[in-house]
């Protein structure tokens, strides 16, 4: 296992698109968060799985946003009708069960033009 | 959710050892103490976390204060890798049940002069 894994690492959309991304977690973690991250800021909590079931989802994530991680493996995030407040570095972490070490991916740098 | 204080910014020599400050002031009797750090385009890394007592690992170590209110991360010896934003994350872990996540702040910006 290389890590957590997360893909485009760019993307570059126009306003109004929907665009999905992917996040491939190291295979034996159990959770699976996905964070957002501004320029400046430190990453603000989205949301979070647990094998298949999302747990938990934070205020920020509107109905336009959209998360799943089907058979507990892989998690895609979507976010439809983008938004200029939409770009932003997309991160994504796993862990086991008792979450005291995340690791993350490289993140997906999303550009809303 | 509260998060902990950090100071925004630090600079330190190469090869001297750096000292990271972290207030906690509300910390419960079962949160931890987690550090990770942040390179320029990467996402954060883990580097350290504790309950209680002083940890130490191949990266760094982590004093916590007795009451529990405070933690300082140290470097022994800082590189020019080690520049990065250092988070200082206080919550639950170390369980199998309920739901966890880390609340970052905007975290210590490490600078290290060679």
């Known amino acids: 296992d290389t890590g957590v894994s997360q893909n485009p690492r760019h993307k570059i959309t126009k306003r109004g698109q929907n665009v999905t991304f992917r996040c491939d977690p190291i295979?034996?973690?159990?959770?699976l968060y996905w964070y957002r991250q501004t320029l400046g800021q430190g990453p603000e909590f989205l949301t979070y799985f647990q094998n298949e079931a999302q747990l938990e989802k934070s205020r920020l994530l509107s109905d336009r946003f959209s998360a799943e991680r089907p058979k507990g493996s892989f998690s895609t995030l979507e976010i439809q009708r983008t938004e200029q407040g939409d770009s932003a570095m997309y991160l994504c972490?796993?862990?086991?069960?008792?979450?005291?070490?995340?690791?993350f991916g490289s993140g997906t740098r999303l550009t809303v033009v | 959710d509260a998060k902990t204080t950090q100071p925004n910014s630090m600079e330190s020599n190469e090869e001297e050892p750096v000292h990271l400050p972290c207030n906690h002031s509300?910390?419960?009797?079962?949160?931890?103490i987690h550090w990770y750090r942040q390179l320029p385009s990467q996402g954060p890394e883990y580097v350290i976390h504790?309950?209680?007592s002083n940890v130490n690992n191949r990266m760094a170590s982590l004093a916590i204060a007795e009451d529990r209110k405070s933690s300082t991360l140290i470097l022994h010896r800082a590189t020019l890798r080690d520049a990065a934003v250092y988070y200082c994350i206080r919550g639950p872990g170390g369980t199998t049940s309920g739901t966890y996540k880390y609340i970052f702040g905007t975290g210590t910006r490490l600078k290290v002069l060679a």
């Open positions: 972490a796993s862990s086991f069960r008792d979450g005291l070490s995340y690791t």
């Open positions: 295979s034996e973690h159990n959770r």
């Open positions: 509300t910390i419960s009797g079962t949160d931890y």
């Open positions: 504790g309950l209680t």
